[in-house]
């Protein structure tokens, strides 16, 4: 496989559930990031990780847990959500400032909805 | 702060029309990075382009075409004789040169949605 992966594309989960969505990158890229796309609000960055360190948190509330065992792959895990996080999630990863150009590759995303 | 400004939220096209994408940006820095990306109904933001803020050459690359202007610091992009198959949302996009962990951290417009009717 090529590029970047999520999955599933598609999840539908109660607030009491516990679920985990995947991203694998095939890029050599060592930089992965989580994004929220709501309806009409621009691209929200959730989490940066850089070289499997977590660089950056956006004040994202604790229901969601990322975890990024490698630099190929990242994981959020999510409980007790609220349905305000029905969203698209975005993964993208990119080379870091020392090791290449800076454009973020994306994944096809995983539609997220919480009943 | 940075700040990024997708003033059209949609666009409707025909088929062969020419179509400009606005995108104005906001930034205190002297170094930073401009993008293009391109989402279609698929879901994936497709990269477009990127642009450095010391390099203000216009580039064209087939059918599209990106006029970057400092002075007015506007990023727009024109797409000539669209196709339907453009039909997707645009995101504009601006990374900011000095972060301490080696990762870029994108600001996003809110995107413009752009329909090309056959």
């Known amino acids: 496989e090529t590029g970047v992966t999520q999955t599933p594309r598609h999840l539908v989960m109660g607030m009491t559930n516990k679920k985990s969505l995947k991203c694998e990158q095939h890029?050599?890229?060592?930089?992965m990031y989580w994004y929220k796309q709501s309806a009409k609000k621009p691209l929200e960055l959730m989490f940066v990780y850089s070289l499997e360190e977590r660089v950056e948190n956006n004040s994202v509330p604790s229901r969601f847990s990322p975890e990024c065992p490698n630099s190929s792959h990242l994981f959020l895990h999510l409980h007790t959500l609220q349905p305000e996080d029905s969203a698209l999630y975005l993964c993208?990863?990119?080379?870091?400032?020392?090791?290449?150009?800076?454009?973020?590759?994306f994944g096809p995303g995983t539609r997220l909805t919480v009943l | 702060a940075q700040k990024v400004t997708q003033a059209q939220t949609e666009i409707s096209v025909v088929e062969k029309e020419d179509v400009t994408l606005d995108c104005v940006y906001e930034t205190r820095d002297t170094t930073y990075y401009l993008f293009w990306y391109k989402q279609p109904p698929s879901g994936e933001l497709v990269f477009l382009i990127r642009r450095n803020s010391f390099d203000e050459q216009n580039e064209i690359s087939g059918r599209y075409s990106w006029n970057f202007q400092k002075s007015t610091s506007s990023f727009n992009f024109t797409i000539t004789a669209s196709q339907v198959v453009d039909s997707a949302v645009y995101f504009c996009a601006l990374s900011e040169a000095k972060t301490t962990s080696g990762t870029y951290k994108y600001i996003f417009g809110t995107g413009t949605r752009l329909k090309v009717l056959a």
């Open positions: 993208a990863s990119s080379h870091t400032r020392t090791s290449g150009l800076n454009e973020q590759f």
């Open positions: 890029l050599g890229h060592n930089a």
